[in-house]
């Protein structure tokens, strides 16, 4: 009987001394760059991913995908899972020496000065992947983070955007409501030490209220990508208000924009121009030019050429790699060429990444399920 017990108790302390112990080996690698775009996190060697809104890593050098959370047979729903955490906010994590990053955004109300006024701040939260515990790494006041809005790690440096809530006041100078749209600053959060930095408005949000009163209510600021050592930050918005008889009818309105640049050398922000941003990266800076929320131009940063892309219809379902603009529907289009071409037997997906020598499609078959490929570079040429 003895016997028995110390069994037990032997496989009861093994079992919780392992009961963390499952690590995808993408979380223990250590990225150059990741860029978060909200619908994937491009990794070095991999990408974080969704599907049935559960997030998965993939790793490029296998292809094998696995659920994010690591510890075994979780059902996800209690507290000390990394996707619970993320669950309300639908945020994809980034990777980072062995743990997860992610924000938790606080927005209510609070009484101040006999006014009803906002009471925002956020979290960058981690979840360390060795321990599974979860820890703060900063908290700002004031802000809400846009975590659907792009973010980009550089090193130990993670950028991101945020919002003010967004407020419009009554007569009496009260907040009668609030979103997570608008104007914001840029921030930067140093991943080893929790250091904040805040380089201020991105852009002159009351000025252009001023001019396009729609804009309180259509606004987005988003974090396209980088060119060398540039971040590019895109900001769309309607010029005209969106009324009811063009919904009713169907009508969609068309979006303007600016693009501004944050040098990560400088620290200055720049307008760079009035286009409603797309991707920027490998050189090349997208845009739909102004009344025109259809084909999409090239600017190639190096020489200044223009160039006409394809139609693109899903913002933002695009990457620019080795010359060609990969985008929505499976196509290819060549900018030295022009010639778009299907690449894949999938319907709907993308490139996302060149990894070696082949490109990484990410696609969904009919039922929906997100599916991966690997594009050999000579075929799509
Ligand atoms: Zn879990």
Redesign the pocket.
């Known amino acids: 009987m003895k016997k028995i017990v110390t069994l037990i108790c032997t496989t009861l302390i093994f079992s919780m001394l392992y009961s963390c112990g499952q690590k995808s080996e993408i979380a223990q690698e250590n990225n150059t760059e990741e860029f978060n775009n909200w619908y994937y996190v491009r990794m070095d060697n991999g990408a974080i991913y969704r599907d049935k809104d559960l997030p998965y890593v993939i790793d490029f050098d296998n292809m094998n995908t696995s659920v994010i ?1 690591n ?1 075994p047979n ?1 059902s ?1 729903s209690t507290n000390n ?4 955490a993320l669950k309300s906010s639908e945020q994809l994590p980034i990777i980072y020496n062995g743990a997860a990053y992610f924000f938790e955004n606080k927005n209510g109300y609070i009484e101040k000065d006999g006014k009803n006024a906002l009471d925002l701040s956020f979290k960058l939260r981690k979840y360390n992947f060795n321990n599974c515990e979860f820890s703060d790494v900063a908290e700002v006041k004031d802000f809400n983070a846009n975590v659907d809005d792009g973010c980009y790690l550089i090193g130990t440096n993670y950028y991101f955007t945020t919002n003010i809530g967004n407020p419009t006041y009554d007569e009496l100078g009260n907040v009668s409501s609030s979103s997570t749209s608008g104007g914001g600053n840029l921030f930067c959060i140093n991943l080893e030490n929790g250091t904040v930095t805040d380089y201020g408005e991105v852009f002159d949000y009351e000025s252009l209220k001023k001019q396009y009163p729609s804009a309180q209510n259509s606004l987005s600021m988003y974090l396209m990508g980088k060119i060398d050592n540039q971040l590019y930050i895109g900001i769309n918005f309607m010029k005209k208000e969106l009324t009811h008889e063009m919904m009713q009818n169907g009508e969609t309105p068309l979006f303007y924009g600016e693009t501004h640049t944050f040098d990560l050398n400088t620290h200055k922000i720049t307008k760079l121009d009035d286009e409603f941003s797309m991707c920027s990266m490998n050189g090349y800076h997208s845009y739909y030019p102004s009344g025109n929320n259809t084909s999409i131009m090239l600017q190639n940063v190096t020489t200044g050429e223009i160039i006409q892309g394809p139609d693109i219809l899903s913002w933002n379902a695009m990457t620019i790699i080795d010359d060609k603009v990969w985008h929505d529907d499976a196509k290819c289009f060549d900018i030295k060429t022009g010639k778009d071409e299907k690449i894949s037997s999938y319907n709907y997906g993308q490139v996302i990444a060149k990894y070696n020598d082949t490109y990484i499609f990410m696609g969904e078959d009919d039922k929906g399920k997100t599916i991966f490929e690997k594009i050999p570079q000579n075929t799509s040429s």
């Not at 899972?81 to 619970?84: A, D, G, H, M, V």
């Open positions: 959370c510890i979780c996800h899972c990394l996707i619970t």
